[in-house]
């Protein structure tokens, strides 16, 4: 990955969680609030286009690997880091007044450890992104790089809601909005500096594409709120938006 590529992965974080921060104590926070299922309905949707047609049809190239088995391991694993990480991936805000340190450390393993795993592919060699020519002289994960950091803003975003209205400080939240600002780099740069052997590089793939498949989907199915079965047509333009994002940038 180029410097400009970590920035990225870092500001965005910053970005989302300074945000937060900004808007504390205020009415503003409220409204604001409200705009986040929109940001959220176009990252879930350009990552879950990203996923389908430019990830799995790598990780699926070679039939010996077992990598739908990988990929479903992906899936449940996300689903066991959500129970620490209380959902802020799919900018879940559920404040509980006066919580133990203890309470903020389990959200931030299990939110540490999903950006750690995120990072992974966007340092990789070619082999494990699936193409013949190096990442550095021609920046296939440039999309996916896009992806994460639209999935990384309103993360943050909620992740700064969430510590600053659960009553924490701004020095400690700013810690832990740092700390998870920096475990994609360097899941980005251990997947650039760790050589493994290919059958394991495409399982490491399939485990990110099935982490990433759940939060998508689970963004999507819940864009309205869990209100019935329906959903706003603002919503679904924005999730057809992303997807056609998607599309153009992976083709």
């Known amino acids: 990955m180029l410097i400009w590529q970590y920035l990225l992965l870092i500001s965005s ?21 409200m705009y986040l299922p929109l940001l959220l309905s176009f990252s879930g949707a350009y990552l879950l286009g990203i996923a389908a047609m430019e990830l799995m049809p790598g990780v699926f190239q070679q039939p010996g690997y077992h990598t739908g088995a990988w990929l479903l391991g992906g899936f449940f694993v996300q689903l066991l880091l959500e129970s620490l990480s209380q959902g802020v991936e799919h900018g879940h805000v559920h404040t509980h007044r006066n ?20 990072g992974l592919p966007l340092g990789a060699s070619e082999g494990l992104m699936g193409h013949d020519h ?26 700064g809601l969430l510590l600053l209205h659960s009553g924490y400080s701004r020095i400690f939240t700013w810690g832990c909005l740092a700390f998870f600002a920096i475990l994609s780099p360097i899941g980005a740069w251990l ?11 495409n399982r490491v ?6 982490s990433f498949l759940h ?17 706003s047509l603002k919503k679904f333009v924005v999730i057809v938006i992303g997807m056609l994002v998607a599309y153009f940038t992976a083709h």
């Open 205 to 210: 793939l399939a485990l990110v594409v099935g």
């Open 191 to 201: 997947g650039e500096i760790i050589s493994i052997d290919p059958v394991w590089q």
């Open 134 to 159: 190096s990442s550095h002289d021609h920046p296939d994960n440039v999309h996916l790089l896009f992806g994460i950091v639209l999935h990384k803003i309103p993360a943050a975003f909620a992740l």
């Open 215 to 231: 939060i998508s989907t689970t963004i999507l199915f819940e864009a309205d709120g869990g209100r019935g079965h329906g959903i």
């Open 99 to 118: 919580q133990s340190y203890r309470y903020a450390i389990g959200v931030m393993i299990g939110l540490g450890l999903h950006a750690l795993l995120e």
């Open 13 to 33: 974080v910053f970005i989302g969680g300074g945000f937060a921060q900004f808007l504390r104590g205020r009415d503003e926070s409220q409204r604001w609030r």
